[in-house]
C-alpha cells in the first residue's frame, strides 16, 4: 500500500473516533441535562423547612441562598446536591437522618429573605405581642404503617409517641383489647393530622428497620372531605354545606328504594 493510501485510511479512522467520542460526549451531555431537568423540578416527596409555603410558591420564591440551612443549629436542614433526587439547591430535611428539633425561637424562619418560609404561619399574637410558634408548623404529616407497627401486633412500643413533643396531642395512644391473647391491650399510636407538625422526631424513633411511622409532604398525606359532609355535633360546622354545590346525592337503582327495602336483603344489597 502507498504511503499517501495509508495517511488518507489514518485520518478517516481518527475523523471516524472523534465522531464517536463526540457523540458519547454529546449523549453523555444529554443525559446530565435531563438529570438536572428532572432534579430542578418540584418534587412531590420533598419534606420543606417550618413555615414553607405551598411546594409550587415555593419553588418561584427560593433562591436557593442556603441562609436557613446555615442557621439550623441541629443540620436538620440540607441544600439538595445533584443525586439527591430533589429540586437542586433547595432545603430538605430527611427525618431519618436529622428529624426537625422544633426550636422554640425557629431561627432558620425569620433569616429566609423572600417569603419562600412564611414567618406569620408559624406566629401567634398574645395580648397584642407577635411571638413565634413552632407547633403552627406543618411541614408533613406523620402516617403509621398498621402492617409494620409492631404496637399493632400488641408488643409494648411506645418509641414514637414518647418522641413526639407535642405528645398526647399530635400522637395518642389508643388502648385495645387484645382479644387473640385475651388478657393483654394493644396500645397503639393514632397520629392526629390538626396537631402533628410533621417534624419527624416519631421517624427518627421508630424501632423497626424501616420506620413504621413516617412523613410525608401534606398535599400527599392529607385528605379533603369536600363541602358535602358536616359534623351535626359541632356548632358551626353546618356553615360549610352553604358552599355546597346544588345535588350532592349519587343516585345509582338502589336509590329507587328506601334504606330499609334492601338492607335486610343480602340478595337485593349484591344485585
Ligand atoms: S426549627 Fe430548629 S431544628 Fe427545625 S429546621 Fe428550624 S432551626 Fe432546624
Ligand atoms: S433562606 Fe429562604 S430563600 Fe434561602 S434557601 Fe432557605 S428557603 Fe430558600
Redesign the pocket.
Known amino acids: 500500500m502507498e504511503t499517501t493510501d495509508k495517511i488518507a485510511i489514518s485520518d478517516r479512522r481518527k475523523f471516524l473516533a472523534l465522531m464517536a467520542q463526540s457523540g458519547g460526549f454529546m449523549a453523555l451531555g444529554g443525559m446530565v441535562w435531563t438529570g438536572y431537568l428532572e432534579e430542578a423540578k418540584s418534587a412531590p416527596l420533598v419534606l420543606r423547612?417550618?413555615a414553607a409555603v405551598l411546594e409550587k410558591d415555593f419553588m418561584r420564591l427560593c433562591i436557593k441562598c442556603g441562609q436557613c440551612v446555615v442557621?439550623?443549629?441541629?443540620h436538620?436542614?440540607s441544600l439538595a446536591k445533584p443525586g439527591d433526587t430533589k429540586p437542586l439547591g433547595t432545603p430538605f430535611?430527611i427525618p431519618r437522618e436529622v428529624p426537625?428539633?422544633?426550636?422554640t425561637d425557629?431561627?432558620?424562619?425569620p433569616v429566609c429573605p423572600t417569603g419562600a418560609l412564611d414567618e406569620k404561619s408559624v406566629s401567634k399574637i398574645t395580648e397584642g405581642v407577635f411571638e413565634l410558634d413552632?407547633t403552627k408548623a406543618r411541614m408533613g404529616l406523620a402516617v403509621v404503617d398498621v402492617q409494620s407497627c409492631i404496637a399493632f401486633w400488641g408488643i409494648q412500643c411506645d418509641a414514637c409517641y414518647r418522641a413526639c413533643p407535642i405528645m398526647d396531642s399530635a400522637i395518642k395512644l389508643e388502648y385495645r383489647r387484645n382479644e387473640r391473647t385475651g388478657k393483654h391491650a394493644y396500645l397503639t399510636p393514632i397520629v392526629n393530622s390538626l396537631t402533628c407538625t410533621g417534624c419527624g422526631l416519631c421517624e427518627r424513633a421508630c424501632v423497626t428497620e424501616k420506620a413504621a411511622i413516617h412523613v410525608l409532604p401534606l398535599e400527599i398525606a392529607t385528605g379533603n372531605i369536600g363541602s358535602h359532609y358536616i359534623k351535626g355535633w359541632e356548632q358551626g360546622d353546618e356553615q360549610r354545606l352553604e358552599k355546597a354545590s346544588g345535588d350532592v346525592t349519587t343516585h345509582t337503582k338502589r336509590s329507587e328504594k328506601s334504606a330499609t327495602d334492601y338492607l335486610n336483603s343480602n340478595e337485593e344489597m349484591f344485585k
Open positions: 423547612p417550618p442557621a439550623c443549629p441541629y436538620t436542614l430535611f426537625c428539633h422544633m426550636c425557629i431561627p432558620c424562619v413552632i
